[in-house]
């Protein structure tokens, strides 16, 4: 009797954990169904306070084109800012500065902020290394995120932006924190999304995926066109 007791006992553990390990499971599902769901859906400003927002730089053309947006978007709705760039890229976050610095957003400008990240993978980097450092990029990410704690990001292709989007998204499902995520995919992209772009586009990362050319639009119809912001 006491074999059976004890084997009685072992079954109701191990099903014990079965079960909390369905359950848990079965929350992140219905977590990421109704992220996705609400993902995409119009997005109604509930409260005039304004809004933290992480600004994604990059290298190239990508940082003169999020500076245009910027300099065309009611600032004083969006602050503090958080300007953030590859390790590697100090052009664009001197950009920032500049920019800041000549605004005539008084309150915005004192309260922004300059960081760098890790980046995924250099240029002529191999995909076997870029393992690596992926996984320190994601993990600056995370730590980046759980600092700011951003209402806003903004996004326009680089590849930084992809582990950052990945963690914002990965906090929406866990319900840790909702940061809605704002691509605009760059006006040099007019037959097809650039990777960033499509990987948000695909994975269903982004709420609002906005595209500069109407036959970008028709090819991914889940996109937003908003014509030539330059």
């Not at 993902?39 to 053309?61: E, F, Y």
């Not at 250099?122 to 993990?139: C, N």
């Amino acid at each position: 009797m006491g074999g059976e007791k004890e084997w009685f006992l072992s079954m109701l553990e191990s099903n014990g954990v079965v079960i909390l390990i369905l359950t848990v499971l079965t929350f992140i599902l219905l977590r990421f169904l109704y992220v996705i769901h609400q993902t995409g859906k119009p997005l109604c400003p509930t409260s005039a306070k304004p809004l933290s927002t992480l600004i994604v730089l990059g290298s190239g053309g990508h940082t003169a084109e999020m500076l245009n947006l910027l300099a065309a978007l009611q600032k004083d709705r969006f602050y503090p800012r958080y300007y953030i760039a590859a390790a590697t890229d100090n052009m664009s976050l001197q950009k920032a500065r500049t920019f800041e610095s000549s605004s005539d957003d008084e309150m915005g400008k004192d309260k922004a902020e300059y960081m760098q990240i890790y980046r995924s993978r250099e240029v002529g980097q191999s995909y076997i290394t870029s393992v690596g450092t992926t996984l320190v990029a994601i993990a600056h990410a995370l730590w980046l995120l759980i600092k700011v704690r951003p209402q806003v990001i903004l996004c326009n292709g680089p590849g930084t932006c992809i582990p950052i989007c990945a963690i914002a998204f990965f906090f929406k499902v866990l319900g840790i924190r909702w940061s809605s995520i704002f691509y605009v995919e760059s006006i040099a992209r007019v037959k097809r999304l650039s990777l960033s772009g499509l990987l948000l586009y695909k994975l269903r990362m982004a709420d609002q995926l906005y595209v500069q050319w109407p036959q970008l639009q028709r090819k991914y119809p889940q996109s937003i066109y908003v014509g030539c912001l330059m």
